[in-house]
């Protein structure tokens, strides 16, 4: 099912100049352009205290996701789809192994970090921009969809990690807010 779901989704691309670009574009910046909007929220009007609290739970939730692939890479060892013969590759192709996706933990893990601490507009546009990024990955044959919700997975777990490590109005909290 996993395979035909991806086939599926990446079924379009190379055929559809458009919906190309469209994927191309989220691939390549989605999470850039998630980071930025992260970074962003250090002068963004309001609760500026919580905001910025926020902003470097994102940033820690990022890294700690990724950090879990990286644990998670060291046993699981599924290959490409584009290498089995699922998925069509409109990039070029990735030396590393297929699950879970690091685009996908990354973009979630900043979800995840907004929603979690009571964000829910900036929460919702993440989710949307996180959404799309997931989707380019399948659709431009570098993933399948499992890739995408371990991703998500590890994402969560990153962040439930770092909501309960990192407290606001603590000593590190402080430090790391007049820091940057």
């Known amino acids: 099912m996993d395979a035909a779901l991806t086939h599926w989704l990446n079924a379009p691309a190379g055929s559809n100049a458009p919906l190309d670009a469209l994927a191309l574009a989220f691939t390549s910046y989605g999470v850039p352009a998630m980071v930025l909007i992260v970074a962003l929220q250090w002068w963004a009007p309001g609760d500026r205290r919580h905001t910025r609290h926020v902003a470097v739970t994102a940033g820690l939730s990022f890294l700690a996701g990724l950090a879990i692939n990286q644990l998670v890479l060291l046993f699981v060892h599924r290959?490409?789809?584009?290498d089995a013969?699922?998925?069509?590759?409109?990039?070029?192709?990735?030396?590393?192994?297929?699950?879970?996706?690091?685009?996908?933990?990354?973009?979630?893990?900043?979800?995840?970090?907004?929603?979690?601490?009571a964000?829910?507009?900036?929460?919702?546009l993440?989710?949307?921009?996180?959404?799309?990024?997931?989707w380019s990955r399948i659709y431009v044959g570098t993933h399948y969809v499992t890739d995408v919700l371990g991703g998500l997975v590890t994402a969560i777990v990153g962040a439930i990690l770092v909501r309960m490590l990192?407290?606001?109005?603590?000593?590190l909290d402080a430090l790391l807010l007049r820091i940057f």
């Open 126 to 134: 993440f989710l949307v921009l996180a959404l799309a990024v997931c």
């Open 166 to 171: 990192y407290r606001r109005d603590s000593r």
């Open 79 to 82: 290959v490409r789809p584009y």
């Open 119 to 124: 964000m829910p507009r900036r929460a919702l």
């Open 85 to 117: 013969g699922v998925s069509h590759l409109l990039i070029p192709p990735s030396v590393d192994w297929s699950f879970p996706s690091d685009h996908a933990t990354a973009s979630f893990a900043i979800v995840a970090a907004f929603a979690a601490q």
